[in-house]
Each structure stands twice: as C-alpha cells, then as structure tokens.
C-alpha cells in the first residue's frame, strides 16, 4: 500500500500565505508526477498544480503567480506555497500521487491522500 499524508491546511485571511506539505510512503516503486488538486463546497474537484519527477511544473490559471509547487523526490515529498490568497481559494485540498508500486511493478496507479482544509476569510 501507498500512502499520502497532507499537512499544513488552516485558516488565513484574503492576501495571507499557507504552505501545504504532502509526503508519500509504503511501497513506491517510483513516482513520476505528484500534484494538488481542491475541492470546493458543491464543486467538483479541481487541478492545482502538479510536478513531475524531473522538476516540470503544472498550475491551473486561477493560481498562476500565487502557488508554487515543489519537490524533493529523494523523500517523496512536495509542498504547495500558496501567497496571495483569495477566499475562492477556500477548499479541500487534496494530495495525489501516480507511479509504480512495488507491488504491481507492470502497471501504473495512483493515491489520494484524506485531504486538508484551507479556509480563506477574514
């Protein structure tokens, strides 16, 4: 099994920061992309960012020039800078991950983890 642990989640006023943490573990093979993605109250799940092994970065438009994702792929990690915050930014965020697991070395599959609350208000 794979897991993702999510941290640093909270409340923070309109134009505050908050950086979010995500670390996989168990039984990685290897990780080739690691992203954030949100879910807002009676909204589906959307892309924030993603990064893939080799450093290339994905954001959506809403969160360009505000979010930066990084990684450190020897600790399976990434983080989420978010600055600038906005109260549409208000959501679950949710970690995934998708690679090869030692367990099914002939196939590719992906994790979520349980997600972390980022509330924007003032």
């Known amino acids: 099994q794979v897991q993702l642990v999510e941290s640093g989640g909270g409340l923070v006023q309109p134009g505050g920061s908050l950086r979010l943490s995500c670390a996989a573990s168990?039984?990685?093979?290897?990780?080739?992309?690691m992203g954030w993605y949100r879910q807002a109250p009676g909204s589906q799940r959307e892309l924030v960012a993603t990064i893939t092994s080799e450093g290339s970065t994905n954001y959506a438009d809403s969160v360009k020039g505000r979010f930066t994702i990084s990684r450190e792929n020897a600790k399976n990690m990434i983080d989420l800078q978010m600055n600038s915050l906005k109260p549409e930014d208000t959501a679950v965020y949710y970690c995934n991950a998708a690679g090869v697991w030692v367990t099914d070395l002939g196939a590719s599959d992906d994790c979520w983890g349980q997600g972390t609350q980022v509330t924007v208000s003032s």
């Open positions: 168990g039984n990685i093979f290897s990780i080739y992309i």
